[in-house]
């Protein structure tokens, strides 16, 4: 007879007494009551009938185009070319697995190697992986990595580091038994560098963001990189590659390891995910062999024909197991490849467009917003802009919901310092009419009532 693997309650019971748990509840207990959401199907419906109430749920939700969106922090919308869309929906590239068989894995293995030559191209150093799951595992591997290398159990990050990243980081550091230090931002909104001269004594790594949360091009940045080798330690940059047109490549001024999210290129907002985090190195064989995740490479078959592998793949769980370098398994190879697609199209000469339109777009936000807010920074900014106001924010917030505007991030919650402050964000998708119009709604709710 054949073993029953249906997860029906005795065996449910049977395995959560194996790993010491007693209900479901303990097994999720981490997760936040708030976010956790148990969808029953109404019973007693058709299929028409579910479709109809799912489609009156879903008729709730409003694009970016229906209402402008200038939320912050991480989450952006940029315009994507229809044909990345049309070429990932290619079968070829939809439903393909882990490329573990190379002689049948050809084009995604080809695909994926674009990606890493372009990331390679963009960030300015050699070894680039098939991508991590976003931004924020990247960090916490770079973190990880970082540690294994050096040999020492201290990571310094900035203290305006994203709250969501922040959370990724600890959970991935703290079973590794690894300190995270933080270091304060200046009266420029960049990082402190005397602090930084105090905390790096003893650190694995020194990471930093270019532009930082607050959107701001850290001015100093070579010299946290000097500060950071002086001691030992690896520098650590982690970019928004959409800035790369216009700014220096990280690889330049003498980072280590670079990260940064790939899925601004090429894929829509999609509520916040799915992501592929960009994870680079200098081509140290020593860090190679450090770096998590996979890595694909161009080598040649029997016949002497061009072919790609996964290379180095001791370093993944499928081999070493409980040795690998990280636990990262299924990567987000579809993500990665619309990301190679629209840097593909874009060239040199569009990405260089890209973050010029950025650019104006977010030097004219910033002259309109000061009519009706504070900017406690002055600099440079890139897509986020941090705005102080006199009254809460988060009943602005929802003023403006009520005119049919999404405003920033509020950022008391995380940054108490900054008092009534939000971050926005623009990017070259955003209209000037939206801007003002946004200025426009901020003037008539500084004399609202609910205020």
């Not at 199907?41 to 970016?64: D, I, Q, R």
């Not at 912050?72 to 393909?96: N, Q, W």
């Amino acid at each position: 007879m054949g073993k029953h693997y249906m997860p029906n309650s005795a065996h449910k019971e049977e395995m959560l007494r194996e790993i010491g748990f007693e209900s479901i509840e303990d097994l999720f207990s981490d997760v936040p009551k708030n976010v956790s959401y148990e969808f029953n199907l109404p019973e007693g419906k058709s299929e028409y009938e579910v479709f109809l109430e799912m489609n009156e749920m879903l008729g709730k939700n409003k694009t970016a185009l229906e209402m402008p969106s200038f939320l912050g922090a991480g989450t952006y919308f940029h315009y994507v070319p229809a044909h990345v869309k049309y070429l990932i929906e290619r079968s070829e590239f939809l439903t393909a697995y882990t490329p573990y068989q190379p002689e049948i894995s050809q084009g995604m293995l080809q695909a994926l190697f674009e990606y890493q030559s372009l990331i390679a191209e963009l960030v300015g150093l050699e070894i680039v992986n098939a991508s991590m799951y976003d931004w924020g595992t990247s960090l916490g591997e770079a973190a990880r990595m970082s540690a294994r290398f050096t040999r020492r159990n201290k990571f310094i990050v900035p203290k305006n580091l994203s709250p969501e990243k922040i959370k990724v980081l600890q959970t991935y550091v703290d079973g590794a038994g690894i300190e995270i230090e933080y270091v304060k931002w200046n009266e420029k909104g960049q990082m402190d560098l005397e602090e930084l001269k105090e905390k790096v004594e003893g650190a694995a790594g020194v990471y930093i963001e270019m532009p930082n949360f607050f959107g701001l091009i850290e001015e100093e940045i070579k010299a946290v990189g000097e500060i950071a080798h002086d001691n030992n330690a690896l520098f650590v940059v982690g970019v928004d590659p959409t800035s790369l047109g216009v700014l220096e490549a990280p690889g330049n001024y003498g980072a280590d390891i670079v990260i940064g999210e790939a899925a601004f290129f090429g894929s829509p907002m999609n509520f916040g995910g799915p992501r592929a985090g960009i994870f680079a190195v200098k081509n140290d064989k020593k860090l190679v062999r450090q770096m998590p995740g996979r890595i694909i490479g161009m080598t040649k078959d029997a016949d002497g024909r061009r072919a790609f592998v996964m290379a180095l793949q001791t370093r993944e769980q499928h081999i070493r197991r409980a040795k690998a370098t990280s636990n990262i398994c299924s990567n987000e190879a579809l993500v990665a490849v619309a990301a190679a697609i629209h840097i593909a199209t874009l060239g040199p000469k569009g990405l260089a467009k890209l973050g010029e339109v950025i650019l104006k777009n977010t030097a004219y936000f910033k002259k309109r917003m000061k009519e009706v807010g504070e900017l406690p920074f002055e600099g440079i900014n890139f897509k986020d802009v941090p705005v102080k106001f006199e009254v809460p924010y988060d009943a602005i917030h929802e003023r403006l919901l009520e005119r049919n505007i999404h405003g920033g991030f509020y950022l008391k919650p995380h940054f108490p310092e900054l008092g009534e402050s939000a971050l926005f964000a623009v990017t070259e998708t955003t209209r000037k009419e939206w801007i003002d119009a946004l200025v426009d709604a901020l003037k008539e709710i500084e004399g609202d009532a609910y205020v």
